[in-house]
């Protein structure tokens, strides 16, 4: 195995729209990394606008894992208005720079509550979701095809962590041949009854801001885990940055910020959160760039 002498090593690292916060801290992490080899190395990733992109090149906004399930057909325009009111509500408190993350979570937990107790009653849309799924295939950001396909290779394990809907997220990640067996999905998952309709979220739900071990603990990805010390973590959302934290084994964490959204005002919040800040970035060229410097 080559250690690195410079992170200028990295030439994907070497562009305008990247911030580094501590660029002697990353050089350390990433060479832990590489001297630890990938028996050790495990993949923490959010899904909305972390594996897919913000935007697409036209400048639409890709969808979320809620967006998903607001396009199909069946789902009732009132639950669609709603859902669309609320997101308008709490979208601007979710990227406020100014606002505490404890008062943002005050103000998720209120969203989620909402969101969750507005998909009650709903018939859930199975096969309509399927053919949703199919237009996120071209939404993933370039160059996670390789990422799933290298981990798969190594025996990585990856885990999708999302605050999002967890049939979703395996829907989309499914279509595009994403959910491989090494690939995990902790997310909210929706309880239904025998006629399909929601009832409720199995378990505790999942927000942006408590994304930690408490979610993973006792699921199948943590048994997979345990003995892997190191974290290559990808996130968009502030609350990404603790994905891995409550992971007491974990040595090293490299965090990954993709910055999409308000940009200017939240760049130096991302940049005390995570070690490396993309900015209006549609690929993944830099996860993959580490990857392969681990043998």
Known sequence: MKMIASLHEIKELDKPNIHIRDKDALLTKINQIIRDGHEKLQIVTDFDHT??????????????????????????????????????????????????????????????????????????????LIEVSQKMID????????????????????????????????????AANFLLPHVKVVSNFLALDENESVIGIKGDVIHTYNKNEAAIKDTEYYEMVKERNNVLLLGDNIGDAGMA?????????????????NTEANLQNYTNKFDIVLVNEHTVDVANAILKLVL
């Open 51 to 128: 594996l897919t992109r913000h935007n697409m090149d036209n400048g639409k906004t890709v969808l979320t894992s809620f967006g998903m399930f607001r396009e199909c057909p069946s789902v009732p325009q009132e639950y669609k208005d709603e859902e669309l009111r609320l997101a308008d509500i709490y979208k601007p408190i979710e990227v406020d720079p100014t606002m505490s993350i404890e008062d943002k979570t005050k103000h998720m937990v209120a969203w989620y509550l909402a969101a969750h107790k507005l998909l009650k009653g709903v018939k859930f849309p199975r096969n309509e």
């Open 139 to 174: 939404c993933f950001r370039i160059g996670v095809e390789d990422l799933i396909l290298w981990s798969e290779k190594q025996q990585v394990p990856v885990l999708v962590f999302s605050a999002g809907l967890g049939e979703c997220v395996v829907a989309a990640l499914n």
């Open 245 to 261: 934290e409550g992971m007491e084994h974990c040595d090293v964490i490299v965090k990954i910020g993709f910055l999409g959204r």
